[in-house]
């Protein structure tokens, strides 16, 4: 009976551990996009400008002190951390769009 029960605890820690460097790899992805977008926007016929890319790049800077904050605040990212950077990663990547547009 206990092995059963260490069995079933070593496994649901072990699935945490994985979901949460999942979950995070998600945030980094979004954001390795973003930063890469961004990039391509100013290269020629990018439609961005010294200026907007200037605009963009310090609001990738906010969200990635705002996730520094959050993962420094406890284990991983809670429900709530990670909706409110999924939400700023939102904006984020639709004034890029809206940017490369113009």
């Known amino acids: 009976m206990n092995k059963k029960l260490i069995a079933i605890f070593v496994t649901g820690l072990a699935l945490t551990v994985v979901t949460e460097s999942a ?3 998600g945030v980094n992805d979004r954001q390795r996009n973003q930063k890469e977008r961004i990039a391509k926007g100013l290269a020629p016929g990018g439609g961005l400008n010294f200026r907007e890319t200037k605009k963009l790049g310090d609001a990738q800077v ?35 769009k809206q940017l490369r547009q113009n």
Do not use: C, H, W, Y
């Open 62 to 96: 906010r969200i990635r002190k705002l996730e520094r904050k959050f993962r420094n605040s406890g284990p991983g990212l809670s429900n709530f951390e990670r909706t409110q950077l999924d939400n700023q990663l939102t904006v984020q990547s639709a004034r890029i």
């Open 23 to 25: 979950m995070a790899a």
